[in-house]
């Protein structure tokens, strides 16, 4: 009989982390999170399109509006149960950050130990505004991080987001996205076509990216 945890028993397949590092603060209510909620729905649906990918792609979901919050627990997007994200208070982004990189790690740890292989990391954050806490040290183990290929970092903002700061978190090969609009469900569908091409491929291959045509490069 197999020995480890049953969902890597039940399912064995290569995984392709993802998370999703969402600002709920309170600038995020009315029209910005009902967006964001349909762009997620719409992640979870493009996704599972695809067999491998429904199989492969991971998602956590943690949120950072007044706290920091693990929404979702790392779960493959077939078994992904896409929440209602709600609004409200501060934006802890550093400490969100640094939360997300330990579960990270922790997750990493948990493949090795079950002896399932992993493509890089990804972490996805979204933002509205500017960090109301620290966050210059998460932004350093976030740089250091990217620059020893142990995940890729994406920092996305919305209309309203401190693009300067973004730029000091973002490793700088990879500077930070300013969202068209309210256009999360073309930034979600980008981000499940990205996945669908990485889970074909071989874990530490290197894969071509579609074209951002959701939002602007700012340096």
């Known amino acids: 009989m197999p020995i480890?945890?049953?969902?890597?028993?039940?399912?064995?397949?290569?995984?392709?982390?993802?998370?999703?590092?969402?600002?709920?603060?309170?600038s995020m209510s009315g029209k910005p999170i009902q967006e964001l909620n349909q762009g997620i729905a719409a992640f979870k649906e493009d996704v599972l399109k695809d067999t491998q990918a429904s199989l492969s792609v991971e998602v956590e979901i943690i949120t950072f509006g007044g706290s920091v919050q693990l929404i979702q627990d790392f779960v493959t997007i077939d078994q992904f149960i896409p929440p209602r994200l709600e609004a409200n208070d501060v934006t802890p982004m550093g400490e969100a950050i640094e939360y997300a990189l330990d579960t990270l790690e922790a997750r990493k740890l948990s493949y090795r130990e079950n002896g399932i292989l992993y493509y890089r990391p990804w972490v996805?954050?979204?933002?509205?505004?500017?960090?109301?806490?620290?966050?210059?040290?998460?932004?350093?183990?976030?740089?250091?991080?990217?620059?020893?290929?142990?995940?890729c970092f994406f920092a996305v903002g919305v209309q309203g987001a401190d693009m300067k700061i973004l730029n000091q978190i973002a490793p700088p090969e990879r500077p930070p996205v300013l969202l068209n609009g309210l256009d999360f469900r073309s930034l979600f569908v980008w981000?499940?076509?990205?996945?669908?091409?990485?889970?074909?491929?071989?874990?530490?291959?290197?894969?071509?990216?579609p074209p951002v045509g959701w939002g602007q490069i700012t340096v």
């Open 4 to 26: 480890g945890l049953p969902e890597f028993v039940e399912n064995p397949e290569n995984r392709c982390p993802v998370v999703l590092l969402l600002d709920t603060s309170g």
């Open 124 to 151: 996805f954050l979204i933002t509205d505004g500017a960090p109301t806490d620290s966050w210059q040290y998460a932004a350093h183990r976030v740089r250091e991080a990217e620059a020893n290929r142990r995940l």
């Open 191 to 209: 981000l499940s076509t990205s996945m669908k091409r990485v889970s074909s491929g071989k874990v530490g291959q290197a894969v071509a990216l």
